[in-house]
């Protein structure tokens, strides 16, 4: 049973502006996996009109209305021409894919986003094209014809057969010694970034989308771009961030390198701030420590990361997220969605820019499955409304695994994650030291209670967690690592159970994350 979360007023008792006053990049992001999200067309695909359609629902202008999600800032996944539903394969960098809509849509999109201090960036896939791409076609033409003038004749990364390496993958255009490389598949052929030429063509769409008003992007597949060789890649991505920043200098970026803490961090060197991998699936620290493993290995590497990130880029942000598009949703990791409302206390509690991913917010459910198919992550949203929105292409995960509440339904029910989303996020924007603080982990003395001391202009908060089912208490005079602070105001209550603070003694109910001051 979930029992009902208090939310106490917060500390701030100053009224608060209507549209969120935040200026930097320390927003909570959600990512909108466009083709699954919403439709306004009624053929059953998200198009930009049906995110136009929806926006009230993201961020409807007022921090305090508690009728929306509050998010600053959306993720879409590729939007450009491409014969894929994913899009992750582009075949016209310059055009909005006609089943998405058109630039219109989202220059309409982009004016919403500015009225309701949202930002806005696109997924942009460089490190390969689609081969159905017009590059690659004359590409192809001039290699078969050995035609070395022709400008499109090194566009693509290639070698001989003596020159293949190990690891990597490619596939030879026929009749020629020439394997180009297409480590994602072969209907994706890798762009030859030695070229200037390719660098020119890469800087363009950038700088096109950004003169349309995008805020910035979401980079895919970043340790691809000279694959293998991390040292090259990071001198690209230095390059082309700051290429990027001194035409926008607060545009905000954030790369995938999907791999472990010592090649992200190394992207940080370059001015990219990266996601943060080793938060997210059902085996990452805050899954783990949300199901009952010691706390201290959640607040411990919270810590230690951003210490490790500040290290390399002293303006870096930590970038957590539970799930994106390419894992199983995150609400199949739990056995009880009280697990789940934890693990997201402890990702939306933390510092940096965090991303939620669409659906996570009601606990849509999808994974690969025995067929293997990412159309299983990549599920319709469930509004319950008249919203045509249907699965992708591909897709089998069986209708009796998936939840039977919609949006509209957890609108309406105070208790539902919907609901807990929407107070999370709001008490993460109620105090600007949580994204933007320097963290400390602290222990609670027991293996399920702990949390950190946040330092932000001068001044100390409280985030504390009880991930365990029962209530626990400590003393606070007693916290090592709390020295020369006294916390004496309960602020804000999140979770299963209730909270209290007496004297110096700190009581958490069940699976359930206070902040003090
Ligand atoms: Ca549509
Ligand atoms: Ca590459």
């Not at 949202?118 to 490190?127: A, R």
């Not at 001068?458 to 006294?486: M, P, Q, R, V």
């Amino acid at each position: 049973m979930i029992l009902a979360s208090s939310l106490l007023t917060g500390c701030e008792k100053e009224p608060q502006p209507q549209v969120d006053p935040v200026a930097d990049n320390y927003r909570t992001f959600y990512q909108i996996f466009v083709g699954s999200f919403s439709d306004s067309s009624n053929d059953g695909i998200g198009d930009i009109r049906g995110i136009i359609n929806r926006f009230d629902y993201l961020n409807d202008g007022d921090i305090n209305s508690g009728k929306s999600l509050g998010i600053q800032g959306i993720w879409l996944s590729p939007i450009f021409s491409s014969p894929s539903y994913h899009k992750y394969d582009v075949s016209d960098y310059y055009s909005v894919d006609w089943r998405f809509g058109t630039e219109e849509d989202l220059k309409e999109l982009i004016a919403l986003c500015k009225e309701r201090n949202v930002k806005l960036i696109l997924d942009l896939v460089i490190n390969h094209t689609s081969n159905s791409h017009p590059w690659f076609t004359a590409f192809k033409e001039a290699r078969m014809k050995g035609d070395t003038e022709n400008p499109y004749y090194d566009y693509y990364t290639c070698v001989t057969t003596a020159e293949k390496e190990g690891g990597v993958t490619y596939q030879k255009i026929a009749g020629v010694d020439c394997w180009f490389e297409c480590n994602f598949s072969g209907d994706m052929p890798e762009l030859n970034f030695d070229n200037p030429k390719v660098r020119e063509e890469v800087l363009d769409i950038a700088k096109y989308y950004l003169d349309l008003g995008i805020d910035g992007f979401r980079f895919d597949a970043v340790k691809y771009i000279y694959y293998g060789n991390t040292d090259k890649s990071v001198e690209f991505w230095k390059w082309y961030m700051e290429e990027l920043r001194a035409i926008k200098p607060d545009i905000y970026c954030v790369g995938e390198c999907w791999s472990g803490e010592t090649e992200i961090l190394s992207y940080y060197t370059a001015g990219l701030n990266c996601f943060n991998f080793a938060m997210s699936q059902a085996e990452g620290v805050a899954a783990k420590a949300a199901k009952g493993s010691s706390l201290s290995n959640f607040t411990g590497y919270v810590e230690s990361y951003q210490n490790k990130i500040l290290e390399k880029y002293p303006e870096g942000m930590a970038m957590s997220f539970l799930t994106n598009h390419d894992m199983d949703r995150i609400a199949g990791a739990f056995v009880t969605e009280n697990n789940m409302r934890m693990a997201a206390n402890l990702y939306l509690l933390s510092p940096g820019s965090p991303f939620i991913y669409d659906g996570e917010e009601i606990g849509l459910r999808g994974s690969r499955g025995s067929e293997s198919t990412d159309a299983n992550r990549r599920l319709a949203m469930l509004w319950g409304d008249d919203d045509l929105i249907r699965d992708p292409i591909g897709s089998t995960y069986p209708q009796n695994k998936q939840i039977t509440t919609t949006v509209a339904e957890q609108i309406e029910d105070e208790n539902s994650l919907y609901n807990y989303y929407c107070k999370l996020i709001s008490i993460r924007h109620r105090y600007p030291a949580i994204a933007r603080g320097h963290y400390k982990a602290l222990s609670g003395g027991h293996k399920n209670l702990g949390g950190f001391l946040v330092e932000y202009e001068g001044k100390g908060l409280g985030i504390f967690h009880n991930t365990s089912t029962e209530e626990l208490s400590f003393d606070l005079a007693e916290c090592k690592g709390l020295e020369g602070y006294t916390f004496t105001k309960l602020c804000d209550v999140i979770g299963v159970g209730t909270a209290k603070l007496e004297g110096t003694v700190l009581t958490l109910g069940p699976q359930t994350s206070v902040v003090v001051e």
